[in-house]
């Protein structure tokens, strides 16, 4: 028994043998579900950096929120009745021109005006020398005369029967041709005083005192009745179906104006439209008729016309200034009740007196636009709002101009 002791001792041993590689492999198994330190470093810097950001976020929405209203002059959205019109540019031309020319011959014995004067219709401008026509008179008179004595002799005997009824006729006749050469003896003696046939302003004179005349000399004056005056200008072809709506309506007009502003604004009728499109140019002869009693406007003067067709009613205006323009359209800065701004799309119209522009849909009356320091602002900012002086009404400006209606700050 005690020598088998020992020999079963190493075989117990030998059982247990493999039982410490299986602990040490567990062991192993265990260490390599383990997370490094590097990782908690790293976790932890991260961790501070996404702290730091929203903090510094923070802080800026709040600098942002406290930040000082910015100073903005602001209008209120007006509503009016406003022109629909087309800008063009035009000349003037008389309403009358007669050019005087001698009827008889004759020399020039006087002239009574004074050169670019106006004269009244019947006035007496020239004359010439009338006493070979009074002489021709006085013996178409006398002719006459002597030709009435004889007729009524006749007719004293052809009532008691003792002349033929030739001698009578021929009697008849004699008076009725002595009547007619005195009273065109009356008329060339008439044409010796040329006056003036119409109201106008006279021009100069191509003939003076002591010149023979006659009806082929040409003309002697030539007189542009001025009040009315004409006024000619073309509409586009593309602008026809729009004049077309309108023609005949009750509100077309035409304003003409000169460029430098030196007169008013004066508004006539529509006198003439042409009945068909000039060749080459594109473009309709039209014609009005514009009232000039103080002779401010002149034949062959440049001139800007206005074509009104009708009259908006009630229209959405704001300054010209208040509609901005970006990538995605005209706009305008509505002003909010707590004096925050928001951006709102517009569609402009056209330019009307005064620097106002006509909207035709983005805004509503009674609403506040801002007018200047559009640059400083973006959606939400607030303003500290100050009023807008409008300007004084401007003369009309070009039709493109005014159909843009967008000012660029």
């Given at each position: 028994?005690?020598?088998?002791?020992?020999?079963?001792?190493?075989?117990?041993?030998?059982?247990?043998?493999?039982?410490?590689?299986h602990?040490?492999?567990?062991?192993?198994?265990?260490?390599?579900?383990?997370?490094?330190?590097?990782?908690?470093?790293?976790f932890?810097?991260?961790?501070?950096?996404?702290?730091?950001?929203a903090?510094?976020?923070?802080?800026?929405?709040?600098?942002?929120?406290?930040?000082?209203?910015?100073?903005?002059?602001?209008?209120?959205?007006?509503?009016?009745?406003v022109?629909?019109?087309?800008?063009?540019?035009?000349?003037?031309?008389?309403?009358?021109?007669?050019?005087?020319?001698?009827?008889?011959s004759?020399?020039?014995?006087?002239?009574?005006?004074?050169?670019?004067?106006d004269?009244?219709?019947?006035?007496?401008?020239?004359?010439?020398?009338?006493?070979?026509?009074?002489?021709?008179?006085?013996q178409?008179?006398?002719?006459a005369?002597?030709?009435?004595?004889?007729?009524?002799?006749?007719?004293d005997?052809?009532?008691?029967?003792?002349?033929?009824?030739?001698?009578?006729?021929?009697a008849?006749?004699?008076a009725?041709?002595?009547?007619?050469?005195?009273?065109?003896?009356?008329?060339?003696?008439?044409?010796?005083f040329?006056?003036?046939?119409?109201?106008?302003?006279?021009?100069?004179?191509?003939?003076?005192?002591?010149?023979?005349?006659?009806?082929?000399t040409?003309?002697?004056?030539?007189?542009?009745?001025l009040?009315?005056i004409?006024?000619?200008?073309?509409?586009?072809?593309?602008?026809?179906?729009?004049?077309?709506?309108?023609?005949?309506?009750?509100?077309?007009?035409?304003?003409?104006?000169?460029?430098?502003?030196s007169i008013?604004?004066?508004?006539?009728?529509?006198?003439?439209i042409?009945?068909?499109?000039?060749?080459?140019?594109?473009?309709?002869?039209?014609r009005?008729?514009?009232?000039?009693?103080?002779?401010?406007?002149?034949?062959?003067e440049?001139?800007?016309?206005?074509?009104?067709?009708?009259?908006?009613?009630?229209?959405?205006?704001?300054p010209?200034?208040?509609?901005?323009?970006?990538?995605?359209?005209?706009?305008?800065?509505?002003?909010?009740?707590?004096?925050?701004?928001?951006?709102?799309?517009?569609?402009p119209?056209?330019?009307?007196?005064?620097?106002?522009?006509?909207?035709?849909?983005g805004?509503?009356?009674?609403?506040?636009?801002?007018?200047?320091?559009?640059?400083?602002?973006?959606?939400?900012?607030k303003?500290?709002?100050?009023?807008y002086?409008?300007?004084?009404?401007?003369?009309?400006?070009?039709?493109?101009?005014?159909?843009?209606?967008?000012?660029?700050?």
């Open positions: 028994m005690n020598v088998n002791t020992p020999v079963s001792g190493p075989k117990t041993l030998e059982r247990g043998a493999p039982q410490r590689p602990v040490q492999m567990k062991r192993t198994r265990t260490n390599s579900h383990r997370v490094p330190k590097w990782a908690y470093l790293l932890i810097i991260l961790a501070a950096f996404v702290c730091y950001r903090f510094q976020r923070t802080a800026t929405e709040g600098k942002a929120a406290q930040a000082p209203a910015r100073p903005a002059l602001v209008a209120k959205v007006v509503t009016q009745d022109p629909l019109y087309l800008d063009e540019i035009g000349t003037c031309a008389a309403y009358e021109t007669v050019q005087l020319q001698a009827q008889v004759g020399v020039i014995i006087g002239r009574h005006f004074q050169d670019g004067s004269v009244k219709k019947g006035d007496l401008l020239f004359t010439i020398d009338p006493r070979p026509y009074q002489a021709v008179l006085d178409a008179k006398a002719q005369a002597l030709d009435q004595v004889t007729l009524k002799r006749q007719e005997l052809r009532a008691r029967k003792v002349i033929a009824q030739q001698d009578y006729d021929t008849v006749a004699n009725q041709k002595s009547q007619a050469a005195t009273e065109s003896a009356e008329v060339n003696l008439d044409y010796c040329i006056k003036s046939p119409i109201n106008g302003r006279i021009g100069l004179r191509n003939v003076d005192v002591g010149n023979l005349v006659g009806p082929s040409g003309a002697l004056v030539t007189i542009q009745g009040d009315p004409y006024t000619d200008f073309t509409v586009a072809e593309n602008d026809l179906p729009l004049v077309r709506k309108y023609l005949g309506g009750p509100n077309v007009k035409v304003e003409t104006y000169l460029a430098d502003g008013a604004p004066r508004v006539g009728d529509l006198y003439f042409d009945n068909a499109v000039q060749p080459g140019s594109g473009t309709v002869r039209v009005g008729v514009t009232p000039n009693p103080d002779r401010a406007l002149w034949p062959s440049f001139v800007r016309v206005r074509f009104i067709l009708d009259i908006l009613k009630d229209a959405t205006l704001v010209s200034q208040a509609v901005q323009v970006s990538q995605s359209g005209p706009f305008v800065f509505v002003v909010k009740p707590d004096n925050t701004v928001d951006l709102r799309p517009v569609t119209g056209q330019r009307q007196a005064g620097d106002l522009t006509v909207i035709e849909s805004v509503k009356a009674d609403e506040t636009v801002v007018v200047t320091g559009q640059l400083a602002l973006s959606p939400g900012a303003i500290a709002p100050q009023p002086a409008a300007q004084p009404p401007a003369t009309p400006e070009r039709s493109a101009a005014a159909k843009s209606a967008m000012s660029y700050e």
